[in-house]
C-alpha cells in the first residue's frame, strides 16, 4: 500500500517550509542587489554578495520555520488523520521503517508525538517515537462479506418469458 502523495508532502512539511523560507529570502535579497546595481563590481563584492546569500538562506529559512510552522502546523496534522487513539492503525511515512503499518499504543499529546508497537528493543530504546506528521491513519475498511451483493433484475417482458399463472388465476 503506497500512501497518497499529499500525505508524502505533509510528512515532509518543516523541511519544505524551511526552503520555501530561505528561497524567499534569496530572491528579495537578489532583487534588492539588482535594483540598486551591486552585481556589477569586482570580485571580492562577489564573494560579500554570496556570503550574504548564505546568510539570508539561512536566516529566511528560520523565519520561514517559525512563521509557516504555527500557521500550517495544525493543518498538516490533520492530514495525516491526527490526533490519533490508541489503538489507531497507522502507516509510517519517514525513516528506516518507512510503509510498516502498525498500531498506536501510547500518546505523548504536548509533543504531538505517539508510539507504535514495533519491537521490543525499540520500545525499550524509546525508538518507537513517531511526530504526528511521520505517520498516517489507515481507515478501517468495512467488512464487505456482510454487505448484499447487488443483483439486476430483469422485467418479464424483456425476458421473454411466459407469465405464470397462479391458483387464484385458474
Known amino acids: 500500500m503506497k500512501a497518497p502523495m499529499v500525505n508524502r508532502i505533509a510528512a515532509h512539511f518543516l523541511p519544505i517550509i524551511a526552503q520555501a523560507g530561505g528561497v524567499t529570502a534569496v530572491a528579495i535579497l537578489g532583487f534588492l542587489y539588482g535594483r540598486i546595481g551591486i552585481f556589477d563590481v569586482g570580485v571580492r563584492l562577489g564573494i560579500a554578495v554570496i556570503a550574504s546569500f548564505a546568510a539570508a538562506y539561512a536566516a529566511g529559512a528560520l523565519i520561514g520555520t ?51 508497537r514495533l519491537t521490543e528493543d525499540e520500545a525499550i530504546s524509546v525508538a518507537d517515537v513517531y ?35 397462479s391458483v387464484a388465476d385458474l
Open 131 to 165: 511526530s504526528d506528521y511521520d505517520l498516517m491513519k489507515i481507515e478501517n475498511e468495512p467488512n464487505k462479506a456482510m454487505q448484499p451483493t447487488p443483483v439486476a433484475v430483469t422485467p418479464c417482458a424483456v425476458a421473454r418469458v411466459a407469465p405464470s399463472t
Open 66 to 116: 517559525i512563521f509557516l510552522g504555527i500557521l500550517l502546523h495544525e493543518p498538516f496534522r490533520r492530514i495525516q488523520g491526527a490526533p490519533f487513539k490508541i489503538g489507531d492503525q497507522v502507516m509510517i511515512l519517514r525513516g528506516s521503517r518507512k510503509g510498516k503499518v502498525t498500531e498506536v499504543y501510547e500518546i505523548w499529546y504536548p509533543r504531538t508525538q505517539v508510539r507504535v
